[in-house]
Each structure stands twice: as C-alpha cells, then as structure tokens.
C-alpha cells in the first residue's frame, strides 16, 4: 500500500542539521500537513522524500519498498512546486504529458492519461493554451495535473496556496481536500497556516528545530482543554 515511514531521516548541509533524526509513519491515503517555523526542515523532509535531495542518514519507506537513495521518477511521489515550474512553450496538455514522455509511453496512451487528469482538474477546456494565456489559478492547476499525472502514491506540496489571493485560496484549499479524498492517496503539506491545516489535514505535523516536536489529529494538537 501506500504507507510513509521515515525512520532516522536526517540532513545535514555542512554543520547545519536541517533535519534530525525524524520518525514519523504517515499510513496511505492520508492528508498529512507539516507546520513550523520558518527553517525547521519542512521543505527539506519533503525534497528528501520527492528524491530532490538525498538522505545525509535514515531510511525513507514507502509500501513495503525502501525509495531511500532512488532518483525522484522511480519512487512513487510526486511534488508540485511553488513557482509551477510550467514549460512555456508547451501547450497546457503537452505540459501535462511531459513526464509520460520522460517514461517512454506512446502518444495516444499520454493524452489520454493526460485528458483524465486535465478532467479531474477542470482544466479540459485549457488543453491547447500556453501557460502564459493562463491565470494564475489555472497554471496551478497544471502544475498539479503534472505531478498526479504519473499516478503518485504520495503528493508532497510545499505551500501550494501562499502565493493565491484569499478567495482562490479557499477554493484551492477545498479542491486539494476533494482531490486528495477521490484519489485516495496521501497528500503531504507544508504550510504556515493552522487554518489551513485545521480545515484539511487528518494529521498534523508540527516541526522545530529538525525534529518532530508533536504531531497527531488536529483535535491533538490544537485543542487546548
Ligand atoms: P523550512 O522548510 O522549515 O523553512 P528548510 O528545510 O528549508 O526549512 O531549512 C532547514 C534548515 O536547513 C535551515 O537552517 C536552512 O537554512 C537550511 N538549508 C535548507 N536548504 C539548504 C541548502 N540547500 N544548503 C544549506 N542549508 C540549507
Ligand atoms: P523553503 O524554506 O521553502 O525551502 P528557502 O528560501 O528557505 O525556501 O529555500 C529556497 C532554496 O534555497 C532551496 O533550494 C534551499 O535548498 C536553498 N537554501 C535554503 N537555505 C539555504 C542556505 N542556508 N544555504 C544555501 N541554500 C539554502
């Protein structure tokens, strides 16, 4: 299945540790948010386990394979960036296809896989624009067919809502919880709000200074009786 265990995870950057020592078991098809100061080691975790970046020691579990030291493609994750990191000169569905491309599947088998993910994201209509004749929203949404397209075990989202407008915020917010609940897969992600993680997660992460300083239901963790 779909399971996340870290055991031992830690990164070091030269004498800094970033990230210290975590364990942590995320079982499959759970909504997971990671909150904590700035520098705690949120982002590093999730580039440790999207393969961005390599374990300095620890092991990274997923299903009954050990995804460790594998290249980000051959894991079973996916990470949706920040900045959309879209290819300009890629039609929305050539953009959405890419990585299919990558993995060596004929033409006919990406646009359709391609099509079923743009359907998912309400995106059909946009299948032959550019990015740049996109709002931001919908870039956003690209971005987030491009990493589902691969069908991922585990989605990991740094910040996906801090650069939308409060209203897209929400809608976003609620589409990423309608998603993740279809797919059934486990999304993790990092976030500087508690609103957010109140309103989304089944399980709450909170991080400080490279460890895991509490996680559990939001219940667990925010309500102070
Ligand atoms: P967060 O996502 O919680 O803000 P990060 O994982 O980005 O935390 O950073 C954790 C610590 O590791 C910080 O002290 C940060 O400066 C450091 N760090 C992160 N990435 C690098 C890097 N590529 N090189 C050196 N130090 C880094
Ligand atoms: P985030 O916390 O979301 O990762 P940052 O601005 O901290 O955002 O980091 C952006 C990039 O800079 C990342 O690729 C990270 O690895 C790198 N980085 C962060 N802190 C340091 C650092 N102290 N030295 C070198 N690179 C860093």
Do not use: C, W
């Given at each position: 299945d779909g399971t996340l265990e870290l055991v031992k995870v830690t990164k070091r950057y030269g004498e800094t540790v970033a990230v210290d020592a975590v364990d942590l078991r995320v079982p499959a098809g759970t909504y997971c948010c990671f909150l904590g100061p700035s520098g705690c080691g949120k982002s590093s975790t999730l580039r440790m386990i999207a393969g961005h970046e390599i374990?300095?020691?620890?092991?990274?579990?997923?299903?009954?394979?050990?995804?460790?030291?594998?290249?980000?493609?051959?894991?079973?994750?996916?990470?949706m960036f920040q900045n959309y990191a879209l290819f300009p000169h890629l039609t929305v569905r050539d953009n959405i296809a890419f990585s299919l491309k990558m993995r060596g599947q004929d033409k006919a088998a990406r646009?359709?896989?391609?099509?079923?993910?743009?359907?998912?994201?309400?995106?059909?209509?946009?299948?032959?624009?550019?990015?740049?004749?996109?709002s931001g929203g919908q870039q956003q949404r690209v971005a987030l067919a491009r990493a589902l397209v691969t069908d991922p075990g585990i989605l990991l989202l740094d910040e996906p809502?801090?650069?939308?407008?409060?209203?897209?915020?929400?809608?976003v917010r609620t589409e990423l919880k309608r998603l993740q609940r279809e797919l059934g897969i486990s999304f993790l992600?990092?976030?500087?709000?508690?609103?957010e993680a109140m309103a989304l997660a089944d399980?709450?992460?909170?991080m400080k200074d490279g460890k895991i300083e509490q996680s559990g239901t939001p219940q667990d963790v925010f309500h102070r009786p």
């Open positions: 374990a300095s020691s620890g092991d990274i579990l997923l299903g009954h394979g050990n995804i460790t030291n594998l290249p980000p493609s051959k894991r079973g994750t996916a990470m646009y359709a896989k391609a099509a079923s993910v743009m359907e998912l994201v309400d995106l059909g209509p946009f299948a032959d624009r550019m990015p740049a004749q996109l809502l801090s650069a939308l407008d409060p209203f897209l915020r929400l809608r992600h990092v976030t500087h709000g508690q609103d399980l709450v992460v909170i």
